[in-house]
């Protein structure tokens, strides 16, 4: 079985190279940096990294190609981009209302009891709004894969054959950062699948892909939805991990009480915490948090995995 | 507490001319120490003032000259963060005139000519305001756009955002006095910047500039029509724009202020959004003496009527003003209306005028307010 390796962010942490180097792998290493978007191309100093050997799979350029060359998908991404779009708008003012009286009710004086209670009801509150959004979000996939099936596309076909030949070929497989949702996308409609015997290093929105529930945040964005939004289902390679790249640049770790409750909303999860110079491996298929590991604890403080 | 340089400089009268071109050099002007201001004049005159609007302070603001020598000075408070603008007025004899300081090189423009700029303390211009080769620019296109309303064609610019795609669909900025927004306010660079940085969502303006300013801005039908029933339908038909109220917001300052908080009440519910920058809120609350002169009559009359009767006309309402213009006061009576009537109001002051520079300063958090960024998606 192979190895997964989450890393902090690489932009002035440089580990992968030697990561991939630590894996001993000989062969081609695909490389997705569609996040990068318009910059996928751009990708001189990651192959530098990866000793030359990296293959970039030029998911966002194919994208483009799609999008310019089958109309009929173009229409369909649109139409689905705006009911999206029209879905997270509702789920981001029933989710902020619903986070705001969780911390309303853990305020309030509670002299017979109550407020404990009341507090995990407005926690469920926070869950089924959660529930809400991802059945809504698989109810548009399931729609849209009706209307506009995926591998009725020929141009997407073409792609989908290339990129699968280009993955056969390769030994492990790099995902960069960027754009989560882009990222995400291009996974999606290209049907990017994972070898079981790749070894896989992946950072920052490549590192959130891999889990089976993204969740964006960012505690200091100055406007908008403050609370942290379940955006889509990633890869599910790390099933039962939320990923949280750059989490002291994002998150009020201070805040106890605000990490509490995120810890809590997504307690089937474990809460990573994946800041500069983080290495977590999970060798031989393993999905279990390695020891060491930084989590958020149901406490809203971070702990060390292994560490008592 | 340190002396003040100029108080310094009196200890050494009388004053040579060497000494005098040594003090200008080394301080230049204003001279800013803590939150005092002191303005210098140098020359053969026979008074000097500081002529400026900042309410609260005296205007004009006379000089005195220092001893026997040629150099004038005078020193005024300046809480730290403030920017005046100001310019320098002499008489010599029965000659007045008036005009930029000439020993401060720092300037700001607008439709009236130019003032120089006098920043205390702690001010400091965004760094969004400067071009940022890393940004990647949008794009301007000019166009006329024939309006049946107004009865002539309208010239518009549309900013389209770096990396505009029909595959995807962006919210609407109607901005009013579009023209000097962007040549003194730098809107374009501005909104190339906060887009760049993932402050503000990549979004379509439209930038629309009046003709007749004082006759179309202040609760005007025919210019109301023309953006809600001719100029938003067009571009809606036109480009990939979301076309739902809340991505559809008007924009303007002072009597632009007016325009399109107008245009909202006139088509209630059509525009999601306002940004409403020193707006000239002028109303009175007992007979109609506002004291504003005759170009102020339709914008109180409208202001009035709608403090009568507020309503929400738009969910959510960006309003800035700056605290040494005489707006201040309507406009912070304006938001407890505005927030009553059921809107969403985020108010924002500054220690500033009413100028472009003022303006330009707070798009920033008004635009980020506004039109959130997607922040939240990218992760490098």
Redesign the interface.
Known sequence: MSTTILLG?Q?FTTTVGATVRSLGVTGRIAMVNS?W??RESDDGELAGHLDGRGVNLRLHHRMMDV?TKDQHF?AA??AF??RM?ELR?FYGIRLQAAIDAVHAVAHRTSIHAVGPIAEESAMEAVREVDRWYAAELDELYGSVRATAPLDESGTIGWHRGEIGALLDECEAVVIA??????LLRTLRVFDVTLRPEQSVVAW??GA?ALTDEVV???DF?????AAA?LHDRGLGRLPGIVAL??AKRRLMLDDHERMSVLARRFAEHRLLLLDDGAVVRFPDGATELPAGARVIDRTGHVSVVGVA | MERLAVNRLRERLPLDGPTIDRFVERYGCPIIEGERATFLYRGDVDEVWVRHRVVGLPDPLPLKRIGESDLWAVTTVLPEGSRVEYQIEIRKGEHYERFNDPLNPRLAHSPMGSSSVCAAIGYRVPEWVAHDPEARPGTLVEEQVHSRALRRDQPVQIYLPA?FNR???YPLLVVHDGTDYLQFAAMKTVLDNLIHRL?VDPLVAVFVPPRDRLKEYPNHAPHARFIARELVPLLTQRL?L?DTP?ARCLMGSSFGGIASLSTAVRYPGFFGSLMLQSASLVFTDIGFDHGGGPAFDPVVKFVNRFREKPSAVVDRLFMSCGVYEPLITPNRSMVPVFRHAGMTVRYTESRDGHNWENWRDRLG?GL??LF?G???????
């Open positions: 962010p932009r996040g978007e318009e999008l173009a991404a649109v981009r705006d779009d708008a950062g960027g754009n989560v949702r882009t920052s929105a959130m964006l945040f960012h964005t100055p406007h908008g939805v939004e790249p750059h | 990396r595959a995807q669909r402050d990939p979301i809340e958090d980020a307010w959130p997607p922040q939240k998606f990218v992760y490098e």
